[in-house]
Each structure stands twice: as structure tokens, then as C-alpha cells.
């Protein structure tokens, strides 16, 4: 008797056994189709992409966009859903480090893609974005990624888009879309900007709503010019009451500098939206992560903490900093993709001592259940050991 004689035994097994002598002989053999799936996937997710800027555009003094085509002869790029980011690879003084950058233009658009970056104060590497990179350059970048974007199933026929600042990007990809393509659905943006002349995409949008009838702009300036006549302010109730009217069956989606969720979400529920037709990108690390709450009052953010590599070596990391800018400086490049804790893709494993991570960030119940961090969002509040 073989070992294996005990598996006839197994209740079902008779049935299974019948079922795979059936598809023997009568289903079509799909092997053919499997030899193709690692080179499809591999088309359609490459781990990198290496992009050539072909044209730097200015569109207002803070933002500039820079337009990414393909250094491969055929000139492919993969496919993405209107609203998903690419992380940018940059080095900077010696150091490796990415942030992600939504693309502006629309997916039907295949030959390039754009983004659209807005000078951070101090920023690392929107300042090199904006005043280092030269058109001809190649930048490293990964495929497009995020699930900030239409689904059919689940978003009905009728968004309103409430953008902040550069947050606007996303919204304009998806604008675009709908717009070229005449798709049937309807959108209405409320942008809220604080200054009239840093406006991005301002002529484009005035004049897609005045082509396209399902489309509908309401500009919102927090500090308007003297004698401004249009909406002043911000994204409030009453305000959304006024420009929306109806507030029936439509989804809301928020894209904005940090403080903008809170403030809309609030305004959102005194309307009576429930969470599930709300949808919010993702936004990054906190600028101070010490106004978090639940960051611990008696820690200085300037506290360095040593971080031990497991079979690697031991760097200082300060508190303030999330975990991954740390081990950047001292030239560990962890993969990363939203640089926000929601992808996974820098999930590390925390061996010894806390971290402090920020309330809202979207940790997979599995990594927090077995001790796994994303230094992309996490803040060392002790020595600590990791495994990467
Ligand atoms: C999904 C998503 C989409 C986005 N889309 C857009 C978009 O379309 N347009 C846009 O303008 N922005 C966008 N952003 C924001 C963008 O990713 C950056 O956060 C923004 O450009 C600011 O980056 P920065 O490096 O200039 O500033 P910061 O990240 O604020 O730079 C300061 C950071 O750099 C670190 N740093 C400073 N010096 C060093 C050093 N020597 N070595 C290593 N680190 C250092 C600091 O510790 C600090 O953490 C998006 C963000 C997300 C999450």
C-alpha cells in the first residue's frame, strides 16, 4: 500500500477525484494562458519605471508640472486609474529618498504621465522637484498605485470634489477623463485656494465647465483680493448648501493639505453625509507630529533614539522624524510606495522598544496583530531593534 493510499479515505475525495477526471477530459487547458501572466503582470506593475522629462510647465509661481514619458523605444507606460500617484525617486546630497505625486493628466492619455508639484516650505524634495530638475532628466519612479479613484460599483453617477491647494491633481486626472471621453457622469469641484494668483489649472477648469454641461467649478479664495465677488472663505456647510443644493445620493471625495479632512468631514456630517459617501486621500506624515494626539507630552522631538538593524548596523533616529527619513540618512532604502502607512510595501518588523503612530493612518489589522510597523509613518519614542 502507498503512503498516499490513506487520502482516498478523506471525505469529499471520491468527488474531487471525478471532478479533476471531468476537466481531463473535457475543459480546455489553460497552461498556455499561465505562461503569460508573470509577463502581463510584470507589464502592467513593473517594480520601477525609469521617465524622461519632456517638458517642465510652469503653472503658477509656487507649482510647476513636469510631464514623465517613457525612455523605452516603444514608449509604453502601464495603465492607471484616473486619481493614483507614482512614487519619485530622487538623490539629494547623498541621500535616496521618494515622495509620491499624483498624476494630473488623464489615463487616457498613454504617452506621458504628468505630475503637478506645489513648493512645500523647506521642502526636500518638492524644492528639488521645482528648482534641480532639468527637462532630458531621467527620474526613477514606481508604477502608479492608490485607491483614490472612480469605482462604478460603489460611487453612483454624481461626485463632488473638494480640493485644497495641490490637491487639486487627482481631481484634474479624473476631470479630464470624464470630460474628453463625454463619460456620463457628473462632477462638481469646490477648490479651495487661499490666494486668486496660485489658483493651479484655473483657465482649464473655467473653461472645461463652460464646454462641458457635467461639469461644475466653484472656486473658493480664503484670502480674496479687495473687491473679490465669488466665494470667500471655506469649505463649509452652508457654503457646500449653497453651490451644491441637492445633497442627495452624491459622493464626496477630499484631497487637501492635512488640516482640510478634519474641517470637511465635520462640515460633512452637519449636512448629513454618512462616512461611506465621503472618500479621502491619503496624505502623508503629519508636518508636527508632536500636535498628534496621543504623542507623548515629555518627548522632545529632537530626542535621538538608537535603532538597531537587525544583522546590519546601528543608526541614531530622531523622534520627530518619521522612522524611514532616519534610516534614509544613514543610506537604508526601505521600499516604499505612499510614504502614508496604507500600501505595506515598507512593512518592517519591530522587535524591541515603541514607536509612536499617528491616530487615522491605515494600518492592515494583520501588521498591527503581528508587530509590524511602516517607518513610513512610525516615530521611534524608545530605543529600538527592527528587521527589515
Ligand atoms: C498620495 C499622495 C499624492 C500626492 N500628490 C501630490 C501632488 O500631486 N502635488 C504635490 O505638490 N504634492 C503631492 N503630495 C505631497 C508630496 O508627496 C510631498 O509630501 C510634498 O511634495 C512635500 O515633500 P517635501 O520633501 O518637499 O517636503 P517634506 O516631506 O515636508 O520635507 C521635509 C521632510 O524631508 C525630510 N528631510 C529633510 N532633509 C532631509 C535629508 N537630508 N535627508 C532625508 N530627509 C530629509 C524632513 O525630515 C522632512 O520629513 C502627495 C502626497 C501623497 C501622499
Request: net charge neutral; aromatic share 10%.
Amino acid at each position: 500500500m502507498s503512503s498516499m493510499d490513506f487520502v482516498k479515505d478523506i471525505d469529499g475525495y471520491q468527488d474531487v477525484a471525478k471532478e479533476i477526471e471531468v476537466l481531463r477530459n473535457y475543459a480546455r487547458d489553460y497552461s498556455y494562458v499561465g505562461r503569460n501572466v508573470k509577463r502581463t503582470i510584470g507589464m502592467l506593475h513593473p517594480r520601477r519605471l525609469s521617465l524622461r522629462v519632456s517638458e517642465i510647465r510652469e503653472e503658477t509661481s509656487s507649482t510647476k508640472t513636469l510631464r514623465l514619458v517613457s525612455i523605452s523605444s516603444n514608449g509604453y507606460l502601464p495603465p492607471f486609474q484616473a486619481g493614483q500617484y507614482i512614487n519619485v525617486f530622487v538623490d539629494i546630497s547623498g541621500v535616496r529618498t521618494s515622495r509620491p505625486y499624483s498624476i494630473s493628466s488623464s489615463p487616457s492619455q498613454r504617452g506621458y504621465y504628468d505630475i503637478t508639484v506645489r513648493k512645500v516650505e523647506d521642502g526636500f524634495v518638492s524644492s528639488y522637484l521645482l528648482e534641480e530638475v532639468k527637462v532630458g532628466q531621467v527620474l526613477e519612479t514606481t508604477a502608479p498605485a492608490g485607491n483614490f479613484y472612480y469605482n462604478p460599483l460603489f460611487h453612483g453617477d454624481d461626485l463632488v470634489f473638494l480640493a485644497g491647494g495641490s490637491g487639486i491633481t487627482p481631481f484634474m486626472s479624473m476631470i479630464r477623463e470624464v470630460t474628453d471621453k463625454g463619460l456620463d457622469r457628473k462632477m462638481h469641484l469646490v477648490y479651495g485656494s487661499q490666494w486668486e494668483d496660485d489658483v493651479i489649472f484655473q483657465d482649464e477648469l473655467e473653461d472645461r465647465a463652460l464646454h462641458h454641461g457635467n461639469f461644475k467649478y466653484s472656486l473658493v479664495l480664503s484670502s480674496p483680493p479687495d473687491g473679490y465677488t465669488g466665494l470667500k472663505g471655506f469649505i463649509t456647510a452652508e457654503l457646500l448648501e449653497q453651490v451644491l443644493g441637492n445633497m442627495y445620493d452624491k459622493m464626496f471625495y477630499i484631497c487637501g493639505p492635512k488640516p482640510m479632512y478634519a474641517y470637511c468631514v465635520k462640515e460633512l456630517e452637519k449636512l448629513g453625509i454618512p462616512s461611506r459617501k465621503v472618500r479621502m486621500e491619503i496624505s502623508g506624515p503629519p508636518k508636527d507630529v508632536t500636535l498628534e494626539p496621543g504623542w507623548p507630552q515629555d518627548l522632545d522631538k529632537s530626542t535621538v533614539f538608537k535603532v538597531e538593524i537587525r544583522g546590519g548596523k546601528t543608526i541614531d533616529a530622531l523622534a520627530g522624524e518619521p522612522l524611514m527619513v532616519s534610516l534614509e540618512r544613514a543610506g537604508i532604502v526601505v521600499e516604499a510606495m505612499c510614504r502614508s502607512g496604507e500600501c505595506s510595501m515598507c512593512r518592517t518588523k519591530l522587535l524591541k522598544g515603541k514607536v509612536f503612530q499617528p491616530q487615522g493612518v491605515r494600518l492592515r489589522k494583520s501588521d498591527r496583530d503581528f508587530g509590524y510597523i511602516h517607518p513610513c509613518v512610525a516615530y521611534p519614542i524608545q530605543d529600538l531593534e527592527i528587521m527589515i
